[in-house]
């Protein structure tokens, strides 16, 4: 089982990427998924992370109306828009996964998580 994350670069300020979050192993439609950043000197947190019952999304305020989270269930894949990044959206990002809680996003504690992708975004 794993999960494979992709997509991160480096790109200027006001600039956009999209990372991709693709599973094997697992039925991502099945579970709650999220996307977690880390910068440095800071503790993970989350940022967008998406249900696995209807849908219904969770956005970070610091990100709200410029990442959007969604899912290919065809590709088994969970992807993360980054739109106006700025300089401080620069971070490991990561992905992870939970069976359903009353959560909105997985537990940094329980959750299964795949590698990081490094996003840096130049000023």
């Known amino acids: 089982v794993q999960l494979q994350a992709s997509g991160g670069g480096v790109v200027q300020a006001g600039g956009s990427l999209r990372l991709s979050c693709e599973a094997s192993?697992?039925?991502?439609?099945?579970?709650?998924v999220g996307w977690f950043r880390q910068a440095p000197g800071k503790e993970r947190e989350a940022v967008s992370c998406?249900?696995?019952?209807?849908?219904?999304?969770y956005s970070a305020d610091s990100v709200k109306g410029r990442f959007t989270i969604s899912r290919d269930n065809a590709k088994n894949t969970v992807y993360l828009q980054m739109n106006s990044l700025k300089p401080e959206d620069t971070a490991v990002y990561y992905c992870?996964?939970?069976?359903?809680?009353?959560?909105?996003?997985?537990?940094?504690?329980?959750?299964?998580w795949g590698q990081g992708t490094l996003v840096t975004v130049s000023s």
């Open positions: 992870a996964l939970e069976p359903p809680t009353l959560s909105p996003c997985p537990s940094p504690e329980t959750g299964f």
């Open positions: 192993g697992f039925t991502l439609d099945f579970y709650t």
């Open positions: 998406i249900s696995s019952s209807d849908g219904s999304t």
